[in-house]
């Protein structure tokens, strides 16, 4: 089965900087699509964006689109997340999601946390004001 394990997240002032990564126990993932999700407090699961390994294409929430962006290492199997001009509001529990069947990276934040096959155990982001 494959693992997902997230890394980078931590404490940054509003205006900052992070940089997010997802790294996989397989050698590739293929053509599949990698997303982020974010959870804060008492609020519901949220999609972030999503990137598809193969061809690299991006998806992004409205709610980041400008200020965060998806990239891919193949040589690490590796996913990231940089998020620039961070906000109180992005505050949240970020969580790596892995998607092993046929999908579309454009409308991926329309997909059911049932319709991701793997899960990353989260990585913390807090930004300060």
């Known amino acids: 089965q494959v693992q997902l394990v997230e890394s980078g997240g931590g404490l940054v002032q509003a205006g900052g900087s992070l940089r997010l990564s997802c790294a996989a126990s397989?050698?590739?993932?293929?053509?599949?699509?990698v997303a982020w999700f974010r959870q804060a407090p008492g609020k519901e699961r949220e999609f972030v964006s999503a990137i598809s390994w193969s061809g690299g294409g991006t998806s992004y929430a409205e709610s980041v689109k400008g200020r965060f962006t998806s990239s891919r290492d193949y040589a690490k199997t590796t996913v990231y997340l940089q998020m620039n001009s961070l906000k109180p509001e992005d505050t949240a529990d970020y969580y790596c999601?892995?998607?092993?069947?046929?999908?579309?990276?454009?409308?991926?934040?329309?997909?059911?946390?049932?319709?991701?096959?793997?899960w990353g155990q989260g990585t913390q982001v807090t930004v300060s004001s």
């Open positions: 999601a892995a998607r092993y069947r046929p999908g579309d990276v454009a409308i991926a934040g329309r997909y059911g946390a049932d319709e991701w096959d793997y």
């Open positions: 397989r050698r590739t993932f293929r053509d599949y699509i």
